[in-house]
């Protein structure tokens, strides 16, 4: 007797059929999209995105599910399975080759190495309408995260830098195989950045600024910046920021009290060197 195929790499299986048709049905999709779908497993959601979509490529990074699906979906013309990891994959090619500017990414992301999947995603924000991706519930929120809160922090401004997120739904445990010990949610990114004027250069920059903002979430951003630059500048650079804050001091406070907009003056003070 044959016993069922255990997960590997993280994988929770969607096997609720009431959340499936919920997220497919909130996904913001158009009847036009080229849909990249990471992750698809045994395909629970590829079909029902094909029902909304012009195309889905699948992409699976294990081979005997990316096998197991090509076969269920071979009379689909709809459907392609790609067999390969999303780390690597080149998503303006796959537009490229389906003659589309831009595609619309979903994706059931493992819990293990969500930020990696949304640097590189971002790293392809040129090819990508929009997205909606289930990650695990305390990283959407993270990701959605406003100033001032516990959650607030660099996955929070690298997302909002990049994009308008919003958590759409909240999905239990027990609607996955097998359980996850946490919550889901589904999260949509408007890819429309907060910046635009700012070059690819100067927003990585910004990014690597934003890190050692963050770089100890106990210290004041003081601290955290004085390895870089001198105490005095960084204090000075802080002080416009607290006026608005009359009984803040400079030398208190920390990068999680500051709105990416304020993030973003203080790297133009400090690192590019331009007084506002």
């Keep these: 007797m044959s016993r069922p195929r255990k997960p590997k790499l993280g994988q929770h299986f969607l096997t ?30 590829t079909k ?24 269920s979906v071979r009379d689909d013309p709809r459907i392609e399975v790609l067999q390969a990891d999303i780390l690597s994959t080149d998503l303006e090619e796959i537009c490229g080759r389906n003659r589309v500017e831009k595609c619309f990414v979903f994706g059931n992301l493992p819990y293990y190495i969500t930020s990696p999947i949304l640097r590189h995603l971002f790293d392809f924000r040129a090819a990508i309408r929009a997205m909606a991706l289930v990650v695990e519930r305390e990283v959407a929120e993270r990701i959605t995260a ?72 106990r210290k004041t951003l003081v601290n955290n910046l004085s390895r870089t630059y001198p105490r005095e500048q960084i204090e000075q650079g802080l002080a416009e920021d607290t006026r608005a804050r009359p009984r803040s001091s400079p030398s208190r406070l920390r990068a999680e009290q500051l709105a990416l907009e304020e993030l973003a003056a203080l790297f133009r003070r400090l690192a590019v060197g331009v007084r506002e």
């Design 16 to 45: 609720d059929t009431r959340y499936r048709r919920r997220i497919a049905e909130a996904i913001p999709l158009s009847t036009d999209d080229l849909v990249v779908e990471i992750g698809p497993g045994r395909g629970a959601l």
């Design 48 to 71: 029902l995105l094909a029902e909304r979509a012009r195309r889905v490529v699948a992409v699976e990074l294990d081979p005997a599910l990316a096998e197991q699906l090509e076969r």
């Design 146 to 217: 406003s100033p001032g809160s516990r959650a607030y922090g660099y996955l929070s401004v690298l997302t909002q830098l990049y994009s308008q997120p919003r958590t759409l739904i909240t999905i239990p445990a027990g609607a996955f195989s097998p359980p996850p010990k946490v919550q889901s949610a589904l999260v949509s990114f408007d890819m429309t950045p907060r910046f635009p004027d700012w070059s690819r250069q100067e927003s990585e920059r910004f990014l690597d600024f934003a890190k050692g903002c963050f770089a100890s979430k």
